[in-house]
Structure formats: structure tokens, C-alpha cells
């Protein structure tokens, strides 16, 4: 009884602190939007601040994290940088209240197995990319688009490329107005709108990786721009089709066989054969 007792105190926290996050989500919008038609910096928002979001949400999917002190001092460092972000800007009034005691709906998402199992792709294609980063394969000064972990944040991630952050906030943003709104049958398809966006960020994140390492490679670099070539031709062919259950034939740069695969997988296996 006790250890039920502790699994349902446990749930009930974990749904508190992601209910903080998408709080302070909020606050960040408030000032992001406000002042993204003026912002001078190349995204027309303060990107970094996504760094931590992004990684403290995908955490939340890792059992030993969720239920350590360790989330506390995440959110409570994004808590008192969020704040110091809003002091000097202008600030729209989209309501935090609304995001609070709607437990039942942070639950769906908390418990959306396809949203998870996307959510674990994404963070897997992070470490991937951030370690292609510090590889010699890779020149950093060729990304014009690299994010250093600027914001401390739980993750080791030390390199993001911006296209995969912003798909994340996008992700993000739907998740938050399905909260807001409080619709529990989802009507506007918002939960999956975020999984098409999770999907994108974990492709795009692949797709760099091979960008900027096949002009690098030695080893078997003729039949590996091969392979990358097929995928790109399929995708382009099949567009129009639903973007998540696109399936692509995977040609192997080593065995030399061809195999039917969802198309961030394939990806993801041409990636394997380089590292």
C-alpha cells in the first residue's frame, strides 16, 4: 500500500512540475511574441531560452530525472531566468491561469505513447548531433545555425541546430494551447500537430549530420552519397502523403540490399553507417 501510495504522490508531482514548465512556456510567449516583429536577431526570438525548455521536457520521459531533486533546480533555474528575460520588454497578456488546473489533460499528454516514443527519437537525434559536432568529420565554423548550450540545462547536449529548436517550439506551442484551451477531445488535432513537429525536428537533426559529413568522408563515400541521394529523390516523390507513416526504401551503403523503412529511420541508419 505504501509503495502505491508513494507512485501516486510521484505521478501527481510529475504532473505539477510539467505543469510549471508549460507556466513558464507561457511567460516566455508573453515577451517572445511581443517583441518578435522587432527583434533584431536572426530568428526574431531569444532562441537559447528553447535550449532548456526543449531538454527539461524531453528529460521528463526519463524515469530516474522525473523523480529527482534535479528537476526542481532545472525549473527553478528556468524560473528565475524567465523572469529576468521579462523585466525590460513588453509583454502581451496571454493568461497563465488558463494553463493551470487542467491536470487531466497534462496527464494525455504525459501518457501519449506516440508522443513519447517521438519524444525519445528527438532526444536520441540530439546526442547523435551534438557528438557529429565534436567529431573531425565536422567543421562547427560551416553551421551558421549552431547553438551552444548557452542556458544551463539537465541535458550534456552541447551543440543544437536552430531549424530542429524552433520545430520543437512549435511542437511546444500546440502542446500549450491544448492545455489552454482545455479540450480534452482535441478537436483541433493539436497533440498530433506537436508529433508532426517532433518528427521534423528528430529528421532535421539527421539530415544535418549527413550534410555536413559525407563532403568529409573517406570510407565508402561514393556508395553512402548514394543511399542519401535515393532518400532525398523518395521523399521528394512522396510528397503530399502523411508525413509521419512515409515510408521510403532504405539502400544500404554496406550490405547493398534495400529494405522498406519509415523515413526518419532510414535516415537515422545511414547515419549509423557513418558513426
Same mark, same amino acid.
Given at each position: 500500500?505504501?509503495?502505491?501510495?508513494?507512485?501516486?504522490?510521484?505521478?501527481?508531482?510529475?504532473? &505539477?512540475?510539467? %505543469?510549471? $514548465?508549460?507556466?513558464?512556456? #507561457?511567460?516566455?510567449? +508573453?515577451?517572445?511574441?511581443?517583441?518578435? *516583429? /522587432?527583434?533584431?536577431?536572426?530568428?526574431?526570438?531569444?532562441?537559447?531560452?528553447?535550449?532548456?525548455?526543449?531538454?527539461?521536457?524531453?528529460?521528463?520521459?526519463?524515469?530516474?530525472?522525473?523523480?529527482?531533486?534535479?528537476?526542481?533546480?532545472?525549473?527553478?533555474?528556468?524560473?528565475?531566468?524567465?523572469? &529576468?528575460?521579462? %523585466?525590460? $520588454?513588453?509583454?502581451?497578456? #496571454?493568461?497563465?491561469? +488558463?494553463?493551470?488546473?487542467?491536470?487531466? *489533460? /497534462?496527464?494525455?499528454?504525459?501518457?501519449?505513447?506516440?508522443?513519447?516514443?517521438?519524444?525519445?527519437?528527438?532526444?536520441?537525434?540530439?546526442?547523435?548531433?551534438?557528438?557529429?559536432?565534436?567529431?573531425?568529420?565536422?567543421?562547427?565554423?560551416?553551421?551558421?545555425?549552431?547553438?551552444?548550450?548557452?542556458?544551463?540545462?539537465?541535458?550534456?547536449?552541447?551543440?543544437?541546430?536552430?531549424?530542429?529548436?524552433?520545430?520543437?517550439?512549435?511542437?511546444?506551442?500546440?502542446?500549450?494551447?491544448?492545455?489552454?484551451?482545455?479540450?480534452?477531445?482535441?478537436?483541433?488535432?493539436?497533440?498530433?500537430?506537436?508529433?508532426?513537429?517532433?518528427?521534423?525536428?528528430?529528421?532535421?537533426?539527421?539530415?544535418?549530420?549527413?550534410?555536413?559529413?559525407?563532403?568529409?568522408?573517406?570510407?565508402?563515400?561514393?556508395?553512402?552519397?548514394?543511399?542519401?541521394?535515393?532518400?532525398?529523390?523518395?521523399?521528394?516523390?512522396?510528397?503530399?502523403?502523411?508525413?509521419?507513416?512515409?515510408?521510403?526504401?532504405?539502400?544500404?551503403?554496406?550490405?547493398?540490399?534495400?529494405?522498406?523503412?519509415?523515413?526518419?529511420?532510414?535516415?537515422?541508419?545511414?547515419?549509423?553507417?557513418?558513426?
Amino acid at each position: 500500500m505504501k509503495v502505491i501510495k508513494n507512485l501516486i504522490w510521484m505521478s501527481i508531482l510529475h504532473i &505539477k512540475h510539467l %505543469e510549471e $514548465l508549460f507556466l513558464q512556456y #507561457i511567460r516566455y510567449l +508573453n515577451v517572445d511574441l511581443a517583441n518578435s *516583429l /522587432i527583434n533584431k536577431t536572426k530568428y526574431s526570438k531569444n532562441i537559447n531560452f528553447l535550449v532548456p525548455f526543449r531538454d527539461i521536457f524531453l528529460a521528463f520521459y526519463n524515469p530516474e530525472y522525473a523523480k529527482s531533486d534535479k528537476i526542481v533546480q532545472d525549473l527553478d533555474f528556468l524560473r528565475k531566468a524567465i523572469a &529576468k528575460y521579462c %523585466e525590460t $520588454l513588453d509583454t502581451l497578456n #496571454i493568461k497563465q491561469i +488558463n494553463i493551470k488546473n487542467k491536470q487531466e *489533460l /497534462i496527464e494525455c499528454i504525459k501518457q501519449n505513447d506516440n508522443l513519447r516514443q517521438m519524444c525519445c527519437e528527438l532526444y536520441n537525434s540530439n546526442i547523435k548531433f551534438s557528438q557529429a559536432c565534436e567529431s573531425q568529420l565536422i567543421n562547427q565554423n560551416d553551421f551558421k545555425d549552431l547553438i551552444s548550450n548557452a542556458q544551463r540545462s539537465v541535458s550534456s547536449i552541447k551543440h543544437s541546430f536552430a531549424q530542429p529548436l524552433l520545430e520543437f517550439n512549435n511542437a511546444l506551442s500546440h502542446l500549450t494551447i491544448f492545455i489552454y484551451n482545455g479540450d480534452k477531445d482535441d478537436k483541433l488535432q493539436n497533440v498530433k500537430k506537436a508529433q508532426n513537429h517532433i518528427y521534423r525536428a528528430t529528421l532535421d537533426n539527421y539530415k544535418m549530420i549527413l550534410r555536413f559529413t559525407i563532403p568529409n568522408l573517406q570510407d565508402n563515400k561514393e556508395n553512402i552519397l548514394k543511399s542519401f541521394h535515393s532518400m532525398r529523390e523518395q521523399e521528394f516523390l512522396l510528397l503530399g502523403e502523411s508525413f509521419i507513416d512515409k515510408r521510403i526504401d532504405y539502400l544500404c551503403p554496406i550490405e547493398k540490399n534495400t529494405r522498406k523503412l519509415p523515413i526518419v529511420t532510414a535516415y537515422k541508419e545511414l547515419v549509423k553507417i557513418i558513426f
